[in-house]
């Protein structure tokens, strides 16, 4: 089966520090992604990688930057962690017939 | 630019009832992929069903099954004989076939949560 980990269940972070949200996947899948879900705004795409080192925006990348030096393994990365940062957040990678696993996300609060 | 609506934020049905989740898309593309996920408790979603757009056979799997509709832009997806284990949060979202920067590009509606009831 296809694994998608992601490294914390739950973080909590202080305004202002730098936060590291890791996502690995054993599939050698090459397209991976970050979303973010909040409620009622369903999930969002922030960022997505279609290779190592490449890496596209979402819909919604303003605050955040990603890392993509190994195939297997995706960063998102809040440089300056913020309130409204606040969610849960769900990286996913892509096999194929277009269908994305996920991981169990990170419920991220920023105080 | 896509588009979708589920019109439904919350659903609460009694265990063994039928009930049907509405989806519908706006899309300029011609051909597109249809997802519905499910997403339970744990937080993990997990992949339902793949509808192409140039399809429009319904599909049934076991207690589930799909109804597309292009014409009226609506997928929705009915469970029969609902059980308590079907409490998820359900997503219905397009994706375009072509164009490699848009693989994997699903547009994800705000979900609709549904209860089961014992």
């Known amino acids: 089966d296809v694994k998608v980990t992601q490294s914390s269940r739950y973080l909590v972070k202080r305004t202002g520090e730098k936060v590291f949200l890791e996502c690995v996947q054993d599939m050698d899948h090459e397209n991976m992604f970050w979303y973010r879900q909040d409620p009622g705004l369903g999930l969002r795409l922030i960022y997505f990688?279609?290779?190592?080192?490449?890496?596209e925006k979402g819909d919604i990348p303003e605050g955040y930057s990603v890392s993509r030096e190994k195939k297997e393994r995706f960063s998102l990365i809040l440089e300056s962690a913020s309130t409204n940062q606040t969610s849960m957040y769900l990286c996913?990678?892509?096999?194929?017939?277009?269908?994305?696993?996920f991981g169990s996300g990170t419920q991220l609060s920023v105080l | 630019a896509q588009k979708v609506t589920q019109a439904q934020t919350e659903i609460s049905v009694v265990e063994k009832e039928d009930v049907t989740l509405d989806c519908v898309y706006e899309?300029?593309?011609?051909?597109?992929?249809l997802f519905w996920y499910k997403q339970p408790p744990s937080g993990e979603l997990v992949f339902l069903i793949r509808?192409?757009?140039?399809?429009?056979q319904n599909e049934i799997s076991g207690r589930y099954s799909w109804n597309f509709q292009k014409s009226t832009s609506s997928f929705n997806f009915t469970i029969t004989a609902s059980q308590v284990v079907d409490s998820a949060v359900y997503f219905c979202?397009?994706?375009?076939?072509?164009?490699?920067?848009?693989?994997?590009?699903?547009?994800f509606g705000q979900g609709t949560t549904l209860q089961v009831k014992p």
């Open positions: 996913a990678s892509l096999g194929g017939n277009e269908k994305l696993f």
């Open positions: 509808r192409n757009s140039f399809d429009e």
């Open positions: 899309t300029r593309d011609t051909t597109y992929y």
């Open positions: 979202a397009p994706v375009r076939v072509h164009g490699s920067s848009n693989t994997g590009k699903l547009i």
């Open positions: 990688s279609y290779d190592v080192k490449m890496k």
